[in-house]
Each structure stands twice: as C-alpha cells, then as structure tokens.
C-alpha cells in the first residue's frame, strides 16, 4: 500500500519462514508500509510508527478504503499537482484529506521516502508517474482488509514493546545508525541514535523473558553484531538502489538478528 525507504518487500519471504501460526500475535514498532505484516496476513496485530502523519492515514484507509482511493486516483500524476499538495499545510486540512494527501504524496515521491526538515515540513522531490505503479482497487481492499485485523498506535519504538507479552511474534526493522560509514537515517524531526540503539538492545532482553520471539532487520555491521551477541545471527546477501535508480544497483549485506531456534 504505501512505499517506504528501506522496505524489505523483496525479502519478505525469507523473514516470513520464522513464522508461524502457532504465534498469538504479530507486532511490528517500525511500522513504514509493513510490507512482512501484509504478506503475512496475521489473525491479530500490534502496527506502531512514531510517525503520526503515516499512522494517521492508516487509520483513515481503514475507516474510508473506497473513498481514499477514488480520491487518490482522480488526482494527476504530473509535477504541478504534486508540489501543490506538498506546499499545503496538514495541519489546516481534515483527517481524510491529510490521508488522501499523505498516500498520494508517498506514492509518487522519488523512491518512496518519507522525509521532513527541521520544521517537520516533508520535502521529497517529485518522481515521474511510471516509477511506482498504483495498486488496483481490489488490491488496495485486500489490503484494507489485512489491516482491519491489527491496532496501529503512533508510538516510539520503546512504548511499543513495553506490551509485548508470551506468545508474540515481534518484528523490528529499525532505522540503521552505523558509525563507521555514512547511512541515510535522518527521515523526520529525530534521528535514529546510539542511544536508541542500547535502548533497542534491552528491550530485546526483556522481550526474551517475556516468552516472546522477535526477528530484527539490520545493516551488517559492527553495531548489529554488538546488538545480536546474545542472539541468533544471520548474514543475507541484498540487492540495494544507489539513489534509487536502476542501473545504479550493489550487493550488499544485511543480518537477521532472533531468538528463534532454526
């Protein structure tokens, strides 16, 4: 439904076999387009972003599915319209159209990333209509049904996993903070710190004696390895887009980190 710099879409199906069934509930604190939730399609759910703006327009497509989407769909895809609705105030629109605004913007900014200057204004260049397509109606409603099963809250990561509890399935794809080499990780007001980092690491402690199973998503680096040293650690190969063109494309690696037996 929404595009998200960093999604792991295309790696969906290697997070997905450390599901299982078994699992009371899903939850995820960095919520982005949720991509593992939707493919996963869970019974019950726990979705949280501190991202308020992407939380909100979740809560409306759940409320208005065909009305959002007509409404997105009569708009044009063309530059003009675009930066008109970028340079409009949220602030001084409705709920629903804030969602309508929110998903459209998304769905044709460049790359699909979501970012805000220091006066939280969200200032992403327009890309061209054919870089990502729409999801048809029956696609966006299959969706919409998906998320009717989950509670979305707009939370900091560490409210969020203060109510996980035995039997759920908890996963994390935090934004990446590696000093040694230069990561895009500033997408709003404040970025994703050290200090975060540690706090992330305790709450995956507590987690484990809650009884609760988590997978998290990093970049392969020193701080992921510091982060895993008590768990499970996995290296996985990924194809990235350098500035999200094409024919610009480099491996790289990522590391699962979990307390799942595999």
């Known amino acids: 439904m929404f595009r998200w710099a960093g999604s792991k879409r295309k790696q969906v199906e290697r997070l997905a076999e450390y599901w299982s069934a ?15 939730f939707l493919h996963l399609n ?9 991202n308020a703006d992407l939380i909100e327009a ?9 009305e959002v989407f007509q409404a ?62 729409y999801l048809t109606k029956r696609e966006f409603m299959d969706s919409v049904e998906c998320l009717r099963k ?15 509890r035995a039997g759920d399935f908890v996963y994390l794809d935090p934004p990446y903070m590696v000093d040694s080499r230069r990561m895009f990780n500033e997408y709003g007001k404040k970025p994703f710190t050290p200090e975060d980092l540690h706090r992330l690491k305790c ?8 009884g609760a199973s988590f997978v998290v998503s990093y970049a392969d680096c020193k701080e992921a390895r510091d982060l895993g040293e008590d768990w499970q650690l996995k290296r996985m190969r ?3 887009h350098i500035a999200g ?16 037996e595999k």
């Open 58 to 66: 979740y809560q409306v497509i759940i409320d208005s599915p065909d």
């Open 245 to 260: 063109f094409s024919d610009a494309r480099r491996s790289a690696y990522e590391v699962l980190i979990t307390n799942i």
């Open 238 to 240: 990924v194809r990235r």
């Open 42 to 50: 869970p019974d019950h759910a726990l979705i949280a972003d501190k």
């Open 22 to 36: 078994d699992f009371e509930r899903y939850v995820e604190p960095f919520a982005g387009s949720a991509c593992l």
């Open 150 to 164: 989950a509670e979305f809250r707009d939370w900091d990561f560490g409210t969020t996993l203060r109510y996980v």
């Open 203 to 210: 709450h995956l402690e507590k987690i484990d004696e809650r």
């Open 72 to 133: 997105m769909v009569r708009k044009k895809r063309i530059a003009s319209t675009y930066y008109y609705l970028r340079k409009q105030d949220p602030e001084k629109m409705t709920r629903f159209d804030r969602a309508v605004r929110f998903l459209y913007l998304n769905r044709n900014c460049f790359n699909g990333i979501y970012r805000t200057n220091r006066q939280g204004t969200f200032n992403v260049p327009f890309s061209k209509a054919s870089a990502c397509r």
